[in-house]
């Protein structure tokens, strides 16, 4: 029985710091959310989000509306999957992974509210379940200050 030692792949800084100008720069939603990526690996993406007036959906308990939760999961996983896909292409130069993003686009989201969204901010993550050559899935969560998980989220995108 053999066993093959696969080393972790390593995002380089340059691709990281690319692929956070165009997730928080670059896509002028995401700005207008407030979102802030933590975390970039191959194994996952973790961002952040924090609360502020133009977020509320329900005004009497100052809750982040449902249309960004469910936006900033889409984004979250949709980040998942591209830094798997740029662990499978390695041997492409950063600028040429970081082109990957005008091609990918969501073909299905779905998402669990669990629990009203009320907090000072809100931690997101996601993880790329499988990226093939024209679509990849992830999963996401929602979280608050306190890692209580609020909502929950699936996609599928398109990738090529």
Excluded: W
């Excluded at 053999?2 to 997730?23: A, D």
């Excluded at 191959?42 to 982040?64: S, T």
């Amino acid at each position: 029985m053999s066993h093959r030692s696969t080393s972790p792949v390593v995002l380089e800084p340059e691709y990281i710091e690319g692929f956070r100008q165009i997730f928080e720069e670059k896509i002028v939603f995401n700005k207008t959310l407030g979102l802030k990526l933590t975390q970039v690996s191959p194994d996952g993406v973790v961002a952040r989000i924090d609360m502020k007036p133009e977020l509320v959906g329900h005004f009497a308990y100052y809750r982040v509306h449902g249309g960004v939760i469910s936006a900033v999961l889409d984004a979250i996983g949709s980040a998942a999957v591209m830094a798997a896909m740029a662990a499978k292409h390695m041997d492409e130069p950063p600028a040429k992974r970081l082109e990957r993003f005008t091609k990918l686009g969501t073909i299905d989201l779905r998402v669990d509210y669990l629990r009203p969204g009320i907090g000072e901010y809100f931690t997101i993550t996601a993880n790329a379940l499988r990226v093939g050559s024209r679509v990849g899935s992830s999963r996401m969560e929602f979280c608050g200050p306190d890692g209580t998980l609020m909502s929950t989220g699936a996609a599928a995108y398109i990738v090529s």
